[in-house]
C-alpha cells in the first residue's frame, strides 16, 4: 500500500520533469527555428489576422465595458473624498499599469491560444504534421514559429487598444455621463500617468503574456494525444494554464516593477 | 547510384517503450516494382514505413534508401532524402486550411524558386493525372474520402519522387474508388518509374496490382512472394489472412480462461 | 480567405494597435511634459518632505514647471535634499522659495515654487534657501489641541 503510493509519486514526479523537459525543448526549437516566420512573412502575418484581427472585437466590446465599469465605481469611491477630479488617474492607472494587460491577455488566452491548440491539435490528429515532416517541411518553422511570433506581436496591440478603449470607456461615463470636468479627468490623468512608468511597463507585461500563452498554447496542441478527446482536453487545459501563467506572471512583474513606488 | 534495391531494410527491430513492435524485419524493394506489405491491423505495418520514411529510428538493424542509411544520416540529410520520398497517408492528410491546389503546390512552393506560372501548370499537370483537374479550387473538407485520397497522392507526387509510400491506402473506400486507387497506384508506378510500398490488410485489391508481397506478423516477416504465389500459398496464416477465415493460427477468441470455467458451469461441489 | 484582404486587415489592425499606444504615450501619459536634455536641476533642502515622492510635480503658479528628480537625506545637516529638475524654459529669481504643498486635503504633495524679486537668476546646481517644509497632519492636530488647551486655561 504505502509502496504502491511512493512508486505512483515517483512515476508522477518523473512525467512532470519529462513534460518540462520536452517544453522547454520545444520552446527552444520554435526560437530556434524562427527564421523562417521572418524570411517569410506573410506566413506570420497569416497567423496575426487568426489571433490578432479575430480578436479585436471582444478585445474592444471588454475594454469599453471595464473602462465604464471602473469610472462608475470609481466616481462612488473618489465622491466620498470629494476628489472627482481624480476620476481619470483612477480609471487611467489601473487600465494601463494592471487591467488592460491582464484582462486583455485573459481575453487572448481563450479567444486565440484556444484556437491555436484545437488547430495543431487536429492538425497532428489528422497526420497534417507527420505529412509535412515527409515533405522535407520543418513544421516547427512552418507551423509553429510564425503562429509563436503572431501572437507575440498581437498581443501589446490588443492590451494597448483595451486600455485606449477602457479610457475612453471612463471617459464616456466620467465625463459625459456623471459630469465631471473635462479639463480635469485629462489634465490629472497626464500628470499621474508616466511614461516609462506605467505604460512601458504595462507594454512590457503584455509582451511577456504574449509570449507565455502562445508558447504554452502551441505546446499544448504539439503535445496533444492525437484523438478527439486529446484535443478537446488540451484546448481547456491551455485556457486554464495560460491563464493562471498570466496572472501569477503578471504578481511576479509588477513586483519588480512598481516596487519603491507609492 | 544504380542500386537495384531502391529500399534495404536488414534485421530492423523497434519498439515503443518496452513493447516491442518489430523483431527483426528484413525486406526489400526493387526500383519499379509495387511492393505490398500486409497484415492484420496493429501489426507493425504503419511503424515499418515509418522507418523507411525516417520519422522513427530503430532499435537495431539498419534501414537503407537509394543506398544512403537512414540512422547516419542528420536532419538536413534527412530532409533532403525525403524530398525524393512521396508519402500518402491513411486518411489523405490534407492540410485543411488550404485549397486542392495549394495543397498540391505546397512541396513546390517550398521546395523550389519556381515562378508562380510554372507551379500553376506542374499542379495542373499532377491534378490531371490523378482525374480531379477540375477540383483544383475545392477545399479539402468538400472532398469525398476517395477523392480526398486521390488529391494526396498527387501532393506526393509533386516533386516526382523516386520512392512512394501508401498507409492503408485502400481503407474505407467504396468499390468504385477502391479500384480507382489500386489502378493509380500501378499506373502511376509505370509511367513515373516510381517504386511504390504499399502498406495495406486488403488483400483481394492489392494482389491485383502488386508485384511482391510481405506478409508481417507479430513483428516479423512469415511469408513473401508474388502475388500468384500467395494466392496459392498453403501457409495457414497466409491462407486464412487471403480467404478472410474466422479462425486458424490467428484465433477468433482473445486468449481467456476456459468457456466452462467463467460461466460456472461446473457443479457445485466439484 | 483572399490573401490582399487579409493583409488589410492585418494592417489596419497593426496601425490602430500602434495609434492606441501612442494615445496612451502622448494624451494619456505625459511623454512630453520634461524633457531631460532641456532642464536643469535646483537643489532645495527641507525639514521635513512629508509624503513626498520622486516624480512629483514642481508647479509655479499652478502651472507644472518640472518635477522632484531625486531625494536623498544629508546626514550631516539631517534635511531632506530635494532635487527639482525644472524646464529651462522658465527661469527663477535667486531668492525663490519652495515650499511642499497638498493638492487637495488628503492629495498628492507636490512642490510649489514662489518667485521673489532678485535680478539674478537660478542656475544648474543652484540651492534654493528659502524653503517651507511639508505640512504634517499629527503636528498641524498637535497644535490645535495645545491652541485650544490654552484658551480653555483659566487666566
Known amino acids: 500500500m504505502l509502496r504502491q503510493s511512493i512508486e505512483n509519486l515517483g512515476n508522477r514526479t518523473i512525467q512532470v520533469v519529462w513534460r518540462i523537459g520536452f517544453a522547454t525543448r520545444f520552446f527552444l526549437a520554435t526560437l530556434l527555428h524562427s527564421g523562417t516566420a521572418f524570411r517569410r512573412f506573410g506566413l506570420t502575418i497569416r497567423e496575426m489576422y487568426f489571433s490578432g484581427v479575430l480578436s479585436l472585437i471582444i478585445i474592444l466590446v471588454s475594454g469599453l465595458f471595464v473602462g465604464m465599469v471602473l469610472a462608475l465605481q470609481g466616481y462612488e469611491t473618489l465622491q466620498t473624498y470629494g476628489s472627482e477630479e481624480a476620476l481619470g488617474i483612477l480609471v487611467a492607472l489601473s487600465l494601463v499599469r494592471e487591467l488592460g494587460p491582464v484582462v486583455a491577455a485573459l481575453l487572448f488566452a481563450s479567444r486565440a491560444g484556444s484556437a491555436i491548440t484545437a488547430e495543431i491539435g487536429l492538425m497532428k490528429a489528422t497526420e497534417q504534421l507527420s505529412a509535412m515532416e515527409m515533405m522535407a517541411v520543418d513544421p516547427i518553422a512552418r507551423v509553429v514559429a510564425p503562429r509563436f511570433w503572431a501572437g507575440v506581436i498581437s498581443m501589446p496591440l490588443l492590451a494597448a487598444l483595451f486600455s485606449a478603449m477602457g479610457i475612453f470607456g471612463g471617459y464616456l461615463v466620467g465625463v459625459q455621463l456623471i459630469g465631471v470636468d473635462e479639463g480635469a479627468f485629462w489634465s490629472q490623468m497626464q500628470s499621474a500617468v508616466d511614461f516609462e512608468q506605467d505604460i512601458l511597463n504595462g507594454v512590457i507585461k503584455s509582451v511577456v503574456f504574449g509570449v507565455a500563452i502562445t508558447a504554452i498554447a502551441l505546446f499544448e496542441g504539439y503535445d496533444a494525444p492525437p484523438t478527439a478527446e486529446g484535443v478537446s482536453g488540451a484546448t481547456t487545459r491551455t485556457v486554464v494554464t495560460s491563464s493562471l501563467a498570466v496572472l501569477a506572471l503578471d504578481f511576479v512583474l509588477t513586483a519588480f516593477m512598481f516596487r519603491g513606488i507609492s | 547510384m544504380q542500386h537495384d534495391n531502391l529500399v534495404e531494410i536488414e534485421d530492423v527491430a523497434f519498439g515503443y517503450g518496452a513493447r516491442p513492435v518489430l523483431k ?197 516477416i512469415v511469408a513473401e512472394g508474388t502475388a500468384d504465389e500467395i494466392r496459392n500459398s498453403e501457409l495457414p496464416y497466409v491462407h486464412q489472412f487471403v480467404h478472410g477465415e474466422a479462425d486458424g493460427p490467428v484465433p477468433f477468441h482473445y486468449p481467456a480462461p476456459s468457456y466452462a470455467d467463467d460461466l460456472r458451469l461446473r457443479g457445485k461441489g466439484a | 480567405m483572399n490573401k490582399t484582404i487579409l493583409d488589410l486587415w492585418v494592417g489596419l489592425f497593426v496601425i490602430t494597435g500602434i495609434a492606441a499606444l501612442l494615445f496612451l504615450a502622448l494624451k494619456v501619459g505625459s511623454m512630453s511634459a520634461v524633457n531631460t536634455s532641456n532642464s536643469y536641476e535646483v537643489v532645495a533642502r527641507f525639514d521635513n518632505i512629508g509624503g513626498l515622492k520622486p516624480r512629483a510635480p514642481v508647479k509655479s503658479a499652478g502651472v507644472v514647471v518640472g518635477r522632484v528628480a531625486d531625494i536623498s537625506f544629508d546626514n550631516e545637516s539631517f534635511e531632506a535634499a530635494v532635487t527639482l529638475r525644472l524646464d529651462k524654459r522658465y527661469a527663477f529669481p535667486k531668492d525663490t522659495s519652495a515650499a511642499i504643498m497638498t493638492s487637495g486635503l488628503l492629495g498628492e504633495q507636490y512642490i510649489g515654487l514662489e518667485a521673489g524679486g532678485d535680478s539674478q537668476v537660478l542656475k544648474d546646481q543652484d540651492r534654493i534657501t528659502l524653503t517651507q517644509s511639508a505640512v504634517v497632519l499629527e503636528n498641524l492636530i498637535g497644535q490645535f489641541i495645545y491652541g485650544k488647551a490654552q484658551e480653555g486655561a483659566p487666566q
Not at chain 2, 35 to 47: D, E, P
Not at chain 2, 150 to 166: E, K, S, T
Not at chain 2, 170 to 178: M, Q, V
Not at chain 2, 195 to 209: G, N, P, R
Open chain 2, 24 to 220: 527483426g524485419i528484413n525486406l526489400t524493394a526493387r526500383r519499379g516494382q509495387v511492393i505490398a506489405i500486409m497484415g492484420s491491423s496493429g501489426c507493425g505495418k504503419t511503424t515499418l514505413l515509418r522507418l523507411i520514411g525516417g520519422q522513427l529510428k530503430p532499435g537495431q538493424g539498419t534501414v537503407r534508401v537509394a543506398g544512403e542509411s537512414l540512422g547516419d544520416l542528420d536532419q538536413a540529410g534527412l530532409y533532403r532524402l525525403r524530398r525524393k520520398m512521396g508519402m500518402l497517408f491513411q486518411f489523405g492528410a490534407l492540410f485543411t486550411d488550404i485549397s486542392v491546389f495549394d495543397n498540391v503546390a505546397f512541396q513546390l512552393r517550398e521546395h523550389t524558386d519556381l515562378p508562380e506560372d510554372a507551379i500553376r501548370d506542374l499542379v495542373l499537370m499532377k491534378l490531371h493525372a490523378v482525374g480531379l483537374r477540375g477540383a483544383a479550387h475545392l477545399m479539402p473538407a468538400e472532398l469525398s474520402g476517395g477523392m480526398a485520397r486521390r488529391v494526396a497522392l498527387a501532393r506526393a507526387i509533386a516533386l516526382d519522387p523516386m520512392l512512394v509510400m501508401y498507409d492503408e491506402p485502400f481503407a474505407g473506400l467504396d468499390p468504385i474508388s477502391l479500384g480507382v486507387t489500386g489502378n493509380l497506384i500501378r499506373r502511376l508506378t509505370d509511367t513515373l518509374g516510381l517504386t511504390s510500398l504499399v502498406v495495406t490488410h486488403d488483400v483481394q485489391e492489392s494482389l491485383k496490382i502488386v508485384d511482391y508481397v510481405y506478409f508481417v506478423s507479430e513483428g516479423v
